[in-house]
Every structure is written in C-alpha cells, then in structure tokens.
C-alpha cells in the first residue's frame, strides 16, 4: 500500500448553528491517486477543498495532508505548508497581468526562499514541459484560456508538491481548451502526481480520475474506483 497524502477523520465543518457543511467525513487519498470530487453545488465539495489545503479548519475530526495535521497549523504556518507541500489550481487561473508568464510561474518559488537562478532553471523546464515556454515573456491576458490554464498549473507545480488541488479548472474554458486540460492531468497522473479535482465536468472526471467521490449534503455518498477511459 501507498503512503496516504491525504487523510480526513471524522471532518465537519459547521458555520454558526446551522446545517454541517460537511459532516464527519473521512477519506483517504494515497500517493499516485488522480481522485475527482463530485456532486451538486453546495453539497459540501468546496468546503471539503478548503479543510485539505489549509483554508478552513473543521469544527471537528482531523485533516492530515503529507503527514502533516494541516487542521492544527497557524495561519502563517499554514500559508508556508501549501507553498512547499501544495500546488493550487483554480477557475479563473489567478493569474498576475503585470508579469509575465515567467514571472507568475517563479513566484511561488521566490515567495518558498527558492535561489533566483535555480527557480528560473525550475520555471523554464515546467514551460517547456507543458509546451508553453514560447509564452514565457508574454503577459498572461495574451494567451488562450487553454494557455492560461497551463500556466496555472506550471506555477501550482513550482515547487514540486505532494498534492495538486484543482479547483473546477476546465469551468471557465470552452470545450476546445477543456480537451486541452484533460490531456494535461492524464500526463501528471501518468507522472506519478497526487490530484484531486473538484469539478462538476463529468467528461473531466470520466477522462482523467481513477476515482470519483461523490458528496451530497456533506457526507460521502459513492466512492468509486476505477479505471481511466482512455
């Protein structure tokens, strides 16, 4: 078996006295797994995104990512641990118009302590990887949203994270782009990268997930695993 990256035990997350936005759940995900969260809006899949990357803490139960109880961090320690140890990917890209693709992608490394040169070696292979470095000095509002998207996930993979968190990533492409990140994470599954997605594209969990967990009123619903259609 595989060293679990991350595992919940027992998380909920309740906001004043209402309804638990998520409610004891646990789940493991082991180092490898390309695992797609799903189900219908507000049914707790952002909150759940949220507790594995630091953003929110539960009410109660334990969130552990890499070996870390991440629920037990400080804000600032919490901010360090997902610059080293999580790449984030999200919608609208977050990207910064001012700089350029280059520079968006070295950002997180800069803000890590990463030598200046050793992050430009580190962001120049990423590009050239993801087939964007002709871009490198081009400003982000240049580019296609497909484009965008790989710079997106460039900079997520920066400082070699043990987990990739993405968060609806094809939700603001067109099919043409969607198609386009699709091949992408089948090529950072087929690489050995840990992924969970939480989209409510059911072509991109179907295309790139091995497993799908299904959440409906903040519990898990259906946890399946299975094999990627290729």
């Given at each position: 078996m595989t060293t679990p990256v991350i595992e919940l035990s027992g998380a909920s997350r309740r906001y004043d006295q209402g309804r638990a936005a998520l409610d004891e759940v646990s789940?493991?995900?082991?180092?490898?797994?390309?695992?797609?969260?799903?189900?219908?809006?507000?049914?707790?899949?952002?909150t759940l995104?949220?507790?594995?990357?630091?953003?929110?803490?539960p009410s109660s139960g334990s969130v552990t990512v890499d070996g870390v109880r991440v629920d037990q961090l400080g804000e600032a320690a919490s901010a360090r641990f997902r610059r080293a140890r999580i790449g984030m990917v999200f919608q609208f890209f977050n990207l910064l118009d001012d700089l350029t693709?280059?520079?968006?992608?070295?950002?997180?490394?800069?803000?890590?302590?990463?030598?200046?040169?050793?992050?430009?070696?580190?962001?120049?292979e990423l590009?050239?990887?993801l087939g964007i470095a002709r871009h490198a000095r081009a400003h982000p509002g240049r580019l296609s949203g497909g484009e965008r998207q790989r710079v997106a996930v460039?900079?997520?993979?920066?400082?070699?994270?043990?987990?990739?968190?993405a968060d609806e990533p094809t939700g603001a492409l067109d099919s043409a782009a969607g198609e386009d990140?699709?091949?992408?994470?089948?090529?950072?599954?087929?690489d050995g990268q840990t992924i969970v997605t939480v989209t409510h594209d059911l072509t991109l969990a179907q295309a790139c997930a091995t497993r799908t967990v299904t959440i409906a009123d903040g519990r898990i619903a259906r946890d399946v695993t299975r094999a990627v259609a290729r």
């Open positions: 789940l493991t995900v082991r180092a490898g797994e390309s695992v797609a969260i799903l189900g219908p809006s507000g049914s707790g899949k952002s995104l949220n507790l594995i990357a630091g953003l929110d803490r693709v280059a520079d968006n992608v070295v950002l997180p490394a800069e803000l890590a302590g990463m030598a200046r040169g050793e992050a430009r070696r580190r962001a120049a590009l050239d990887v460039a900079r997520a993979l920066m400082n070699r994270p043990a987990l990739l968190l990140v699709k091949a992408l994470f089948n090529e950072l599954h087929a």
